[in-house]
T-cell receptor, first 113, second 110 residues
Framework: DAGITQSPRHKVTETGTPVTLRCHQT?????MYWYRQDPGHGLRLIHY???????DKGEVSDGYSVSRSKTEDFLLTLESATSSQTSVYFC????????????FGAGTRLSVL | RKEVEQDPGPFNVPEGATVAFNCTYS??????FFWYRQDCRKEPKLLMS???SGNEDGRFTAQLNRASQYISLLIRDSKLSDSATYLC???????????FGKGTRLHILP
């Protein structure tokens, strides 16, 4: 299995609080992604990174920001959590020569009350 | 037409049977196709890539029909452990985004 660790694995928070999810990889892959998965919507891309300090928006980026200061870490921040951001969040990585193939972390279940 | 569309199922299939499901895509310029498997409350994992000439991996066969814009997955001699959600994944040109289908749920019945 690809070396991808997401933390925390579960989190319950209150509306209006900031939340940061961490994705850590040991594969030295260039590309990293944050998705959310909701019933009826499938996986939707929030943000992605194509290198240190290089990030771009996905299809559902509103309310989220990301940072990548090191190759191995990709952080997803919910600036002010809302109930609509209750979801399962997956981090994924892919390498330069096989960008199409993504390996996923185990996911973070976030509940915003 | 949705970018990537799958029958959500569930497909309830007896053990040992053959099952097949399709995934349609709207962008005729799509270049790369994959099937991922996702077990309940787990992360998606790559099952197989789909090549233009079709490809097989053990009991699993994937095919691409460019004319009708769909890919298919066939599972022979199904096992209880095949119960999962199968996600279709499509990518356009080199820099196009990857699009995940919503998945087809498969239940293999003993």
């Amino acid at each position: 299995d690809a070396g991808i660790t997401q933390s925390p694995r579960h989190k319950v928070t209150e509306t209006g609080t900031p939340v940061t999810l961490r994705c850590h990889q040991t594969e030295n892959h260039r590309y990293m992604y944050w998705y959310r998965q909701d019933p009826g919507h499938g996986l939707r891309l929030i943000h992605y990174s194509y290198g240190v300090k290089d990030t771009d928006k996905g299809e559902v980026s509103d309310g989220y920001s990301v940072s990548r200061s090191k190759t191995e870490d990709f952080l997803l921040t919910l600036e002010s959590a809302t109930s609509s951001q209750t979801s399962v969040y997956f981090c994924a990585i892919s390498e330069e020569g096989a960008k199409n193939i993504q390996y996923f972390g185990a996911g973070t279940r976030l509940s915003v009350l | 037409r949705k970018e990537v569309e799958q029958d959500p199922g569930p497909f309830n299939v007896p053990e040992g049977a053959t099952v097949a499901f399709n995934c349609t895509y709207s962008n005729s310029a799509s270049q790369s196709f994959f099937w991922y498997r996702q077990d309940c409350r787990k992360e998606p994992k790559l099952l197989m890539s789909v090549y233009s000439s079709g490809n097989e991996d053990g009991r699993f066969t994937a095919q691409l029909n460019r004319a009708s814009q769909y890919i298919s997955l066939l599972i022979r001699d199904s096992k209880l452990s095949d119960s999962a959600t199968y996600l279709c994944v499509v990518r356009g040109n080199r820099d196009d985004k990857i699009i995940f289908g919503k998945g087809t749920r498969l239940h293999i019945l003993p």
